[in-house]
């Protein structure tokens, strides 16, 4: 039986870790591969790193830090922000990530996923999803809506659908953000997450809301994710990676835990 | 000197980072003659077996892996390596190198979890082994440590004394299996943690009789 996954998430700004506040006010938390080293120590299962560098000149840092995390960590860990084409992922998996991920790019061009997946294999490409709740309409029949740009862009586009299209075009994985949850603290939406993993054959990853180990019991059980994203309640040292795993392998949620 | 095949079958740089890491000299390379010098071969992969095996026959090394393995030399299969390893595989109806005699087969997704929900093909995730057979490569192993896999196909040998380990994913199945100086794990040992490094550094000590 597969375990699930904890999956620290580092937001990288030109090579440094910061506090996800997105595109202003960016805090440094720390290096990057430093962090990451520690999760890996700690027994995270994986590592997901969000580039969040404006600038496209500057992105080449981003490839600097993949290289050394994977001198460092010797467990799977992906890539995300700002990947469009085909040659950004390359980049990024030449450098030693196990999977990219791609979001607003696949919202504006879907085939990167099914480009990505022949050249790479599936197992490479995650699908990011970032979703609002906007309640059941007849475009949207799920009640929950793609956006970009951090939620204040909708595409009018079915959530659950385009979970369905991202499977079929070959992605291996889905990383389903909800931004109504983001930040929140008080816990994944569950509704969601539920509905998008019974959907699909492919692992979901839950994100947003993390705040208490309750909250990733919540999404492993009920939610039916494969893996839970965590950020802030392990990077400011409320919890560590070993607090969590063994509260949900207490409460009978199967867990890795030997490292 | 260390050998990681290379031909052209996925990024094989974990593998090389992973040794490097560990100290031990090694080359990732598909030329035949530096492979034949190298004192033990690491055999990765990732893709298809189709697309795999039209590669190793392009670069003539179906036949070299062969050799090194009659001639004693040590070899390590990771993953699709493994799986070329065995006699044929049911992707894309290929036949492979038959130096374990068996198939390579698709999960079958009316399998069922542990807790009753439907498998996932791929099997993506960390998973437990169970000891089958004692083997030096496997030294140290904990009973809860758990590996990395990402695999839709699995490998099924012919003889139960050529299965080292197995995992249950659905069904049982061989996730390690060897035969004499060859082991091979269905599961990515340089993407394991310290369990998968464990295994890697046991191998390249390993002095098989």
Known sequence: MLSRRIIPCLDVHEGRTTKGIKFKDNIDIGDPVDMARMYYEQGADEIVFYDITASHEKRNIMIDVVRRVAETIFIPFSVGGGIRTLEDMRAVLLAGAEKVSVNSAAVNNPDIIRQGARAFGNQCVVLGMDVKHVGVSPSIPSGYEIVINGGRKHMGIDALEWAKRGQDLGAGEICLNSIDADGMKTGYELTLTALISQNVDIPVIASGGAGEPEHLYDVLTRGKADAALIASMVHYGTYTVPQIKTYLHDRGVKMRMGW | ?209
């Open chain 2, 1 to 209: 000197m260390i050998a990681v095949i290379d031909y052209e079958a996925g990024n094989l740089t974990s593998v090389s980072r992973a040794l490097d890491y560990l100290g031990y000299p090694n080359t990732v390379t598909g030329d035949p003659a530096a492979i034949s010098r190298a004192e033990r071969v690491i055999f990765p992969g990732v893709g298809s077996a189709g697309a795999a095996m039209e590669s190793l026959k392009r670069l003539g090394l179906h036949t070299l892996i062969r050799s090194l393995w009659q001639e004693g030399k040590p070899i390590l299969g990771i993953c699709l390596g493994t799986q070329i390893i065995l006699g044929h595989s049911e992707e894309h109806d290929t036949a492979c190198l038959g130096i374990i005699d068996g198939n390579v087969r698709m999960f079958d997704s009316a399998d069922r979890e542990d807790d009753g929900s439907p498998i996932k093909i791929p099997h993506m995730g960390w998973n437990r082994v169970s000891v089958k057979k004692d083997h030096p490569v496997l030294a140290g192993l904990k009973h809860d440590d758990e590996f990395y896999f990402v695999h839709s196909y699995y490998p099924d040998p012919v003889s139960a004394d050529q299965v080292i380990g197995t995992t249950c994913y659905g069904r049982e199945f061989a996730s390690v299996i060897g035969s004499d100086n060859l082991l091979a794990t269905q599961f990515h040992p340089e993407k394991s943690g310290r369990a998968g490094l464990n295994l890697l550094k046991n191998f390249c000590e390993w002095k098989p009789c």
